[in-house]
């Protein structure tokens, strides 16, 4: 082999290493990192030592029956609020928005990977049609669901989500108490964590990077 047949071996060796080195930086940098329980909290996000079995339950949204196996194969952010709420849920459901668009932005795959849905503490007023019209306003790939304020009261409570009802009201313009967290639940339909309010776009985006990336 001529001398220059070997100056130009040991220059490609180089470049190759060079890249192989550059590459795993840019990946290193670019990749979602997997955050601890201490590091989720800091996030305000607070992940269940055991995810906890929802039990089964049968609402609507639209037109369509909406039930706990519908919570299957995906991840699913649930917001619990009521449309005609005059501040705090459009806020919520904003900055619910603004994740979706960031954690698009950043990982596709990932964004196609979870659901964004409100379940409605009103369903005297939020009808499965008008909640369902409600949450397409803010994104047209969002979920509404209404129903019987029993079985949501139930919901509720297992996602560790309260509020107080309101049945039959003589008043239509009444406002509602409830939660302002946000629950995360599996693609097995289990209730795996929360973000505390009130909640950080460019946190939530953080931690649902390293949530869907690292767990099933």
């Given at each position: 082999?001529?001398?220059?047949?070997?100056?130009?071996?040991?220059?490609?060796?180089?470049?190759?290493?060079?890249?192989?080195?550059?590459?795993?930086?840019?990946?290193?940098?670019?990749?979602?990192?997997?955050?601890?329980?201490?590091?989720?909290?800091?996030?305000?996000?607070?992940?269940?030592?055991?995810?906890?079995?929802?039990?089964?339950?049968?609402?609507?949204?639209?037109?369509?029956?909406?039930?706990?196996?519908?919570?299957?194969?995906?991840?699913?952010?649930?917001?619990?609020?009521?449309?005609?709420?005059?501040?705090?849920?459009?806020?919520?459901?904003?900055?619910?928005?603004?994740?979706?668009?960031?954690?698009?932005?950043?990982?596709?795959?990932?964004?196609?990977?979870?659901?964004?849905?409100?379940?409605?503490?009103?369903p005297d007023r939020d009808t499965p049609d008008l909640i369902?019209?409600?949450?397409?306003?803010?994104?047209?790939?969002?979920?509404?669901?209404?129903?019987?304020?029993?079985?949501?009261?139930?919901?509720?409570?297992?996602?560790?989500?309260?509020?107080?009802?309101v049945v039959d009201s003589k008043r239509t313009d009444y406002?509602?108490?409830?939660?302002?967290?946000?629950?995360?639940?599996?693609?097995?339909?289990?209730?795996?964590?929360?973000?505390?309010?009130?909640?950080?776009?460019?946190?939530?985006?953080?931690?649902?990077?390293?949530?869907?990336?690292?767990?099933?």
């Amino acid at each position: 082999m001529s001398k220059t047949s070997n100056i130009r071996l040991t220059v490609l060796s180089c470049l190759v290493l060079v890249s192989m080195v550059i590459g795993v930086f840019v990946y290193s940098i670019v990749s979602p990192k997997e955050l601890t329980k201490d590091e989720y909290k800091e996030l305000k996000f607070y992940e269940l030592s055991a995810p906890r079995q929802l039990t089964d339950f049968r609402l609507k949204s639209g037109s369509d029956v909406f039930k706990q196996t519908n919570l299957l194969e995906k991840w699913h952010l649930v917001f619990m609020g009521f449309a005609s709420c005059p501040d705090m849920c459009p806020m919520t459901m904003a900055k619910m928005k603004k994740t979706s668009n960031l954690l698009a932005e950043r990982n596709i795959q990932l964004r196609n990977k979870i659901n964004f849905m409100i379940i409605s503490v009103d369903p005297d007023r939020d009808t499965p049609d008008l909640i369902d019209t409600y949450a397409k306003s803010f994104d047209p790939s969002f979920i509404g669901v209404s129903g019987d304020i029993g079985t949501i009261y139930t919901l509720a409570t297992q996602l560790t989500l309260p509020f107080v009802p309101v049945v039959d009201s003589k008043r239509t313009d009444y406002d509602m108490d409830h939660s302002m967290n946000l629950a995360l639940l599996s693609p097995s339909g289990r209730y795996y964590g929360f973000f505390k309010s009130p909640v950080d776009p460019l946190n939530m985006v953080t931690v649902l990077e390293s949530v869907l990336t690292y767990n099933r």
